[in-house]
Each structure stands twice: as C-alpha cells, then as structure tokens.
C-alpha cells in the first residue's frame, strides 16, 4: 500500500488521480441519517406470523387437519384478493409485505374447526378489500382486518361461526361435557343458573391453558398463544403495555364481580382466570389489540386502549347476551383510536417550562 | 462506581467506533494547496482581509469577523494567496473562500500567547482572545464560542457540561483527545469555567469509553483539578445532543424555543475546550482539528490532525478508500453528517469525521406509516414524528407547528428506526424550511 506517499501529495499527483476518479464516481446525495436499523415492515410481519406459529401448532394438534385446511384456505384467499385487487386497480403489489398473509392467519386462527371452507374464503375476502384496501390498504385501515372479518362472519352465519367442537383428540383432564358449548358459554350458564362448582371450574382450567376444550381453533391454548406474545415482547415487536392492562382490566373486573363471595380465597380467583384463559382474549389481547395500524401511537394512550377493550370485554362478556366479547371489544376501540392519540399526546421536551 | 446519566427516548445504532478508537492521531501532511471558506460558523461569514498574490503565514487572519455572531478565519499554511473566491463548501453550496498554494516552508505568523496567567485574566480579556482564535463550537453546530461564552448578565451560568459523549457512530476524534491530550482540555475546561463562572463543571463521557473516563479520572486527583468531575453517561443516541445532555446531567430542560443559558447551563464539546487551551495558552488559532476516516470502505481508517481547507480527496487517498465501490461520503457522523457531492469540498472547523459508505440509503418511503408508534417511543424531544412528518408533507404547515415541528432538533433517530424506512426528518426539515420562509415573508411584509 502505498498510502504515505500520496499523502504528501505532490500537484501533479493529485491532478492525475482527481479527475480520473471524478469522471466514473457520481456520489449519491441524501440527507441525515445515512444507516438505517434493518428491521422492515415485512421482517415484523414475519416475526407476528412465526409467533403464531405455536398457536397454530397446537390448533393442528388438537383440531386435525381442518385446521391446516381452514388457515390454507383463508391465508391463499387473503393474499389471492391483494394480488388481485392491487392488478385490478393498477397499483403497486403489496402482498410482498406479508401483511395479508398476517390477516388470512388471524382469521383463520379465529374460525371453529368446523366451518365450511367457502365461508373461510368469504371472511378472508371481506377482512382484505372491504376492511383493509377499501381504505386505502396497509396503514390506512381503521379497523383491524382479521377481527372485521370475523365479526362479519358472526353477523352473517351464527350458526356456523359457533359451531364448536370439541376437540377430537379428547381430554386429558378429564371434562368432556364441552362439545357443542365453549368453556364460556358454560360457565355463562352455569353463572345464570346459579350453581357455582368450584371443582368443574378449576378442572377446566387447567384443559384451557394446554388448549383442548372447544372454542376456535387459535384461541384455545393459552400456552401457544402466551409464548407467542413472549417472542413479540422480546422482538419488540408488540407494545407489552396494550396485553396487560387488557387482560389485566378483565381480570381485576371479574375478580371484583366474583361470584364467590369473598376477594381472598382461591375460588375468587378462579373466575377472573376462567375469562382470561377462556374464549378469544389471549388470542386477541397479544394479537389483535396490538395490530399496530389500528392501535394507539402514544404509551399512554395504549394503556388507555387495553383499559377500554377490558371493561368492554368484561361488559359484554358479563351482561350482554354474547359470551365472547373480544372481537367487538376491539373493533369498538379501534373506531376510538384517532380520539384517544389526539388526548394522550405526550408533553414534549422543554414543555414544562414554557415562559408563555 | 459512577451513577450513570442518562435521558428518556434515543436510538442504539452499532458504535462501529472499533476501527479506530485505539489508532493514535496522526498529523496529516499539509497539502499543496487549501481551500478555506470564510464561512465556517453559524452566523455573518468573514470578511476577506488578503488578495490575489499576498502571501500568508500559518495562523495569520486571512478573514475577520463579519459581526458579533462571527469568527474570523486563519490561514492553515504559509504560500501565496491564488484566489479569493466562490468555492465548494462541504454545505453543498457555493461560498467564499480562500485558496493558498502551499509553499511547504511552514513559517508561522507570530504567535502571541496570552500576555499574563490566564487565572489573572479577567474574563473579557479571555473571551477576547478565544475571540481572535477563530473558536467555534467543533462538535458540529459551529456557534461562535465567545458569543456562548458571554450569556446576558441576567442569565447567570452554575453549570458547564464538557460534552465528550461522542455518541454519533463511527466517530473518535473526541476520544482520542480525551486520551491523548487530557491535561490540554482539562485546563480549557477551567479557563472556560472561570470565564462562566460556574460552579460546576462536569466531564461528560458515553460510557463505551472506559479508557477516556479512567484516563480523565485519574487526571482529576490533582488538585488542580480539583473544581471539575466526570460524569459517566450510558451510550446511547442522541446523548451528546446538547439538550439531552444537560437533561441527562442536570435534569433540567432547555425551555422550548430557548438556549441552555435560560437554565444556568453552557455545553461545550471537548475539542472546543481543547481549542480554548491552545488558545490561551500557546496563542495558537484554530487552523487544524482531528478528523476520523473511517467507514466500510476505507481499507486504513485514522484519526488525523489535518490543516483546515485540506480537500477531503487528499485525506480519502491517504487513506487508502475503495473508489470503484464509493456511493456516498459523509462529513460528520452518519447520524447527522452532511453527504458531500464533490471530493474537492475542505475539511472545515466542524468536521467531525469523513465516512466513507458503500450504499446508498433509500430517499423515499418504501412502506406506509404502520403507525407502530417506535419513532414516538425513541424521539428525545417526545415529539410524535409520524404525524408531524404526515402534515409536513401535505402542506399542512400550521397543524406541524400545532404539533411542535420546530421542537424537532433533527438527530435522525426517527428515520433510523422506522420500520416502513420513512425519511420522516427529511420532510420534517422541509417543513421548518417553509415555516421559516413563511415567517420571514411575514416579516418583510409587515415592515413594508
Ligand atoms: S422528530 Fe426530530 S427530534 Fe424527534 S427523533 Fe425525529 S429527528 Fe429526532
Ligand atoms: S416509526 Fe415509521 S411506521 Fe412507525 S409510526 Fe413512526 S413513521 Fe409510522
């Protein structure tokens, strides 16, 4: 390397070499900063889809291959219909950021094993062109897609949306009682007909957290879906704000409104779990409350939102006629969100002592 | 050991400061031949004091002050004058400026160092002559030094933080003076001090830089230094900005639209003390600073002491950089740096660093806003980014201000970390622009 000596340069070196190098470099202009962190919007959707893989694991596992069937079926119509709309309109292809691969995997994790493979295919064109492109496509919807989709599907086909089975590999606990009637709708009716069994209760429990007790296919295995939120959180990919204070607020709701009499005894505790573990909330509190487009921007205000969707949830869940409650919970939020990100904006730097 | 400061938000790019932090500075050969703009400072540029054909000596004044917020300027070697003229300046546009051919004799202009102890001087005398030095702020913001140094007398000053965060990537010039001439800047620290009159001054180190910390550290048991401290920072992006640095050490916050001197507080880089010492000292004007090279392509990255108004294409050939596979080259750090489009552009007082990049970072969105809120949880002035950067391009200027678009103090961070690779501070300095346009046509209109 002969470095030093063109350090002192001598004129005629310098003017031998400048124009040389000049004539091929065109230096690329941009402003600061010049390095980017790699994490893409495609990256993160990946990382969603690869936390839900343990979901949908377990869903194989205890569902069979209606659900491959079921989550094939609506991811291939979710991205079909990006594909084809984008061509249609002539704007630029958008399923290379795998957000509708997300929304087709969503909605099929929220279908009971036994619906029909056209109504899979009806949701999933309904989440992406009237829920999600309809507005604009990616980041301009208001409403999460997979969860819009889903309540269409409840609104339009009842019977078929709640057509849960049991599981079909059986029961390791030990209750079987469950087929045709989610564990929610069990203790709803357990609840109205005023007989509170602490031993059912805890029993179910324990089936809930490993995920063979009827219910939609995504939504039983508090494990699978726990897990799944601990790869978001620690990819930073999800705000851990948004799960906790919903599950939380559910949880500190039903506890109050215990049927049990008392706030210190295990039994109190029971029903709180019940309605965490139970029906769609992990599902929806790691996954679909945190869509990022359809959620608050401010720390605060994301707080406030998991707040709002618990005490809907709780709400509906405790007093409506519905035992789920997620689904509406959320989209109802969502509707919200413009609202609570104006009212949540942070105090800036420098704000505090404003001499005006 | 230390308790370390730190402020809310921020960015953790990699340091990529490996490359360099253990190289020794070396003094770089002058060129045959300088470019020195004679605006090099925030403020009116100098005014030209030689002409075509007069020769100059090192250090001599070649442009003197253009106004109260100006420096004069100083040649870097001894030659002729060739030109006096319009030149490219690292900026990107055209400025006056100096050309001298190098006659290689390196004679210097009589230095006058400070007739008595500086600790006898009264605080004019001394800003008098950091004024006639030529010193401007080197961390990058070039505000005159002697116009931070003399706060109104109803803005009393207890707090001077020594800024040797250093936390843009790549860069180590501050580190290795930290190291290599820590008595130097320890006494530019107290001159600076007694000129202040502050009671504390703190030394202010990212803590990636153990060895700068012990070697200051150990300094400071003299009890001549016994009125400074270090403050250990943790390393993180932006902490060297000067807001986030007097919040980190002092909890205070600059008010919105104001200067630190409105809390009591003045930062200054550790160059810039360093400037101060050989000021004062030795009488010596500022006509050369350490400069980092570095980047994926150059093959011998170094710290180097070079001349101001050297071309960066002397120092780029000096070090060895892979033409064939350039795309970009950056003065400064790449957090902030300004891209350069020509190679002819001189080292200026500010440059921190030249980096030299082998891609090309996108200009334009790739993917909608996501809305994932990650630049709002990163921006050190608690700004929301996303919707300042939305307004700011449709035009919507009165909402961005609604929203504080010029709080905004530009450090990047949002851009670096969004995932949709929105260049969300690209549109938001484009928004600044046009309010600043905006007010100034106010202006005018009104006075007419
Ligand atoms: S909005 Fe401005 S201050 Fe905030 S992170 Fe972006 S560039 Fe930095
Ligand atoms: S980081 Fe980018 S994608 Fe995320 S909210 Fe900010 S602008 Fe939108």
Known sequence: MTTVPKTTTSNQNQQSISPQVDEKMLLHLSTSPHIRQPMAVPEIMKWVILALMPAFVSSVIFFGWRSIMLTVVSVGSAVGTEWFINKYFKRPCTIKDYSAVLTGLLL????????????????????????????????????????????????????????FNAPFFGSISGIDGVSGATPLSNIKDAFLAGNFDPQLFSSALRSLSIGNVGGCIGETSAIALL??????????????????????TVFILFWLSNGSGSFFNSASLITPTYHVLAGGLLLGAIFMATDMVTSPITPKGRIIFGIGCGVLTFTIRKFGGYPEGVTYSILLMNLIVPLIDRYTRPKIYGEVMKRD | MFKKYSFKGGIHPPHNKKQTESLTIEEFAAPDKVIIPLSQHIGAPAKAVVKRGDRVCIGQTIGDAGGFVSAPVHSSVSGTVKSVGMFPHPTGKQTMAVEIENDGTDEFAPL???EKPWKEAAPGELIQKINNCGIVGMGGATFPTHVKLSPPSNKPIDTLIINGAEC??????????????????????????????????????EDNKADAIAAISQKLSDPKF????????????????????????????VPSGGLPMDIGCVVENVSTALAIYDAIIDGKPLYQRVVTITGPLTRTPKNLLVRIGTPVMNILQACDVDFSMLKKVVTGGPMMGIALSTLDVPVIKSTSGLLTLDEKTPGIREYPCINCGKCVKICPMKLIPSRICKYAEKGKLDDAAEWNLMDCMECGSCTYTCPSKINLVHYIRLGKYQIQAKRAAQNTEQKK
Request: proline share 5%; aromatic share 8%.
């Open chain 2, 226 to 253: 016994k009125d400074l401290s270090v403050g250990v920072l943790k390393s993180k992006y932006p902490q060297g900005g000067e807001k986030q640095l007097i919040n980190a050490v002092t909890s205070r916050e």
């Open chain 1, 108 to 163: 099929a994790l929220n279908f009971p094993a036994t619906l029909p493979w056209w109504t899979a295919v009806i949701g999933s064109v309904f989440a992406i062109a009237l829920a999600k492109l309809a507005f604009g496509g990616l980041g301009s919807n208001f409403i999460n897609p997979a969860l819009a989709g889903r309540a269409f599907l409840v609104a339009s086909y009842p019977a078929a949306m709640t057509n």
């Open chain 2, 168 to 205: 843009e990537p790549y860069l180590t010039a501050d580190h290795r003076l930290m190291l290599e001439r820590t008595e130097g800047l320890l006494t530019g620290a107290l001159i600076t001090r007694k000129i202040l009159g502050a009671k504390r001054c703190t030394i202010a180190i």
């Open chain 2, 112 to 114: 006058e160092s400070f």
């Open chain 1, 227 to 248: 897990l799944g939120g601990l790869i978001l959180v620690w990819k930073r990919i999800i705000d851990i704000r948004i799960p906790l204070s919903y599950i939380g």
